[in-house]
């Protein structure tokens, strides 16, 4: 199984940017996924999730300004980031809770990250 993330890189404050992160391998079923961050010097933190059934919950920081959907057929997760501030600035990896068609167990897989600078 393999997370890969895309869409992120450098965008004046109060621009947008979409990132995407697709699941692929011996899928049998995916339950949540999400975005997190890290900042220099910082924990990784919470950005937004989704449930399998499309319920979501985001972080106090994001909230209006982020919004986090997925493509089931795809096994895919999107952010789209709008009104992005410097401080939204770090690493965004997503993550997922992946049924393996391998192990046939659930596990918890990342992406390799995607940097997001926010600067003018």
């Known amino acids: 199984v393999q997370l890969a993330e895309s869409g992120g890189g450098l965008v004046q404050p109060g621009g947008s940017l979409r990132l995407s992160c697709a699941a692929s391998?011996?899928?049998?079923?995916?339950?949540?996924m999400g975005w997190y961050r890290q900042a220099p010097g910082k924990q990784r933190e919470l950005v937004a999730a989704?449930?399998?059934?499309?319920?979501?919950n985001y972080a106090d920081s994001v909230k209006g300004r982020f919004t986090i959907s997925r493509d089931n057929a795809k096994n895919t997760v999107y952010l789209q980031m709008n009104s992005l501030k410097p401080e939204d600035t770090a690493v965004y990896y997503c993550?997922?809770?992946?049924?393996?068609?391998?192990?046939?167990?659930?596990?918890?897989?990342w992406g390799q990250g995607t940097q997001v600078t926010v600067s003018s």
């Open positions: 391998g011996s899928i049998i079923s995916i339950n949540a």
């Open positions: 993550n997922a809770e992946i049924l393996s068609g391998v192990t046939y167990r659930f596990s918890t897989w």
């Open positions: 989704i449930t399998s059934g499309s319920s979501t």
